[in-house]
């Protein structure tokens, strides 16, 4: 199984996809489309017309995904199939762009090119509240 589907059957059924970065780079971050509907589950506080943007910043929301990704990163075996950050994308993929195709695959190399400065976000030394990472203790 790919770490790509493999991190998704992980997450069930928060993830709808995810898009793995970290080409030549020390350690393998990830942007994630959540499942919106999934992920309005974990607030129910949250009004009925809540964007996708207060959906993934929400504190169960991401309390949860920190909980996910720390699972993750424990089972992995090396460092090649351990994600240690990631971010919650609140726009789909975009057909328009080239980073969805019309039989509504991923196209990762879009995904990193039309989002590199979320990239570069999540390689940040300093990563901002958006950024998900593993516990390092």
Known sequence: MTLRAAFIAHCAPFVKDVVVAGADRDVIGALVFPDLDACRRLAPDLSQDAGADDIVAHDSVRREFRFLLNSFAKAATGSSNRIVRAVLLDTPPSLDTGE???????NQRMVLRQRAALVQELYASAPSPRIIAIDER
């Open 100 to 106: 969805a195709t019309d039989k509504g695959s991923i």
